[in-house]
């Protein structure tokens, strides 16, 4: 569904990422792991063509995406959630979902604030809430459902489980499994080997903007030594 292929990216003269190369099929969750700076939000901004790569291309679903302006490659389905949460703090949680409703897609689900409320049961408690009165992870779900009303086929997910209680990391780690039945593909960044082991069917390790291994979650728990050298566990 998504293909990353031979991407570099730069910030200025400083060399990013280098020939990035993974796929993520449709369906499935892929994890792509490292340490702080190892490039995991530059690789989510690449592929949202927030950072334009300087060379490599991008492929969703079988369309070059490569150097399009970043809301139509939203329009073409891609939900982006970024690690800062970006929640209207002056606006109650149910306005937050308006302004991020679209127009149903072909092939994707309609999400309605009904549906989002039965994903995120906290949030239904606080529909009337305004934004800024919400706690951390609150914002964070906020954040998620916000794009969900955008109804992407292919969600990215920036360190999903950063900055919140573990109670909600472990609510998080069920509705990307529910997104997944619905039959949307993910792809998240994560630090916590331990909750992309509870969600991801893939995974991609990047260590200073270079793919170290790509593979299955079973390939990696096989290769012990591949999570001690890479990530912090
Ligand atoms: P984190 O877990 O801290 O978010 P990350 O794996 O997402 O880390 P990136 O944020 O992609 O890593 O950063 C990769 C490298 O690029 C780091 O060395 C970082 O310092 C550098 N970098 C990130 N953003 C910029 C920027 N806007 N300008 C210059 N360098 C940047």
Redesign the pocket.
């Known amino acids: 569904m998504l293909e990353v292929k031979d991407v570099n990216s730069f910030?200025?003269k400083?060399h990013?990422?280098n020939d990035l190369n993974f796929r993520v099929d449709a369906g499935t969750v892929v994890a792509l792991l490292?340490?702080?700076?190892?490039?995991?939000?530059?690789?989510?901004?690449s592929i949202m063509q927030l950072v334009k790569p300087r060379s490599g291309t991008v492929t969703y679903k079988g369309q070059n995406i490569t150097g399009w302006p970043s809301h139509k490659v939203a329009r073409d389905g891609l939900g982006y959630v970024p690690?800062e949460r970006r929640i209207f703090t002056q606006l109650t949680v149910l306005e937050n979902l308006e302004v991020g409703r679209q127009p149903p897609r072909d092939g994707s689900t309609t999400w309605t604030e009904t549906m989002v409320f039965d994903l995120f049961p906290n949030l239904a408690e606080r529909r009337n809430n305004l934004g800024k009165a919400l706690s951390g992870g609150e914002q964070q779900m906020l954040t998620i459902a916000r794009t969900l009303m955008g109804n992407p086929a292919f969600i990215l997910l920036?360190?999903p489980s950063?900055g919140i209680a573990p109670v909600i990391v472990e609510q998080m780690a069920r509705v990307i499994l529910q997104l997944k039945s619905e039959g949307l593909t993910v792809l998240l960044?994560e630090?916590n080997l331990h909750f992309a082991q509870a969600v991801a069917d893939g995974v991609v390790i990047?260590e200073?903007?270079t793919q170290k291994f790509v593979g299955s979650l079973s390939e990696l728990q096989a290769h012990p030594e591949i999570r001690d050298q890479y990530l912090s566990v």
Request: charged share 25%.
């Open positions: 910030y200025g400083a990013v990422l490292g340490r702080n700076g190892a490039g995991k939000t530059t690789t989510m901004k690690e920036d360190e950063e960044s630090q990047i200073h903007g």
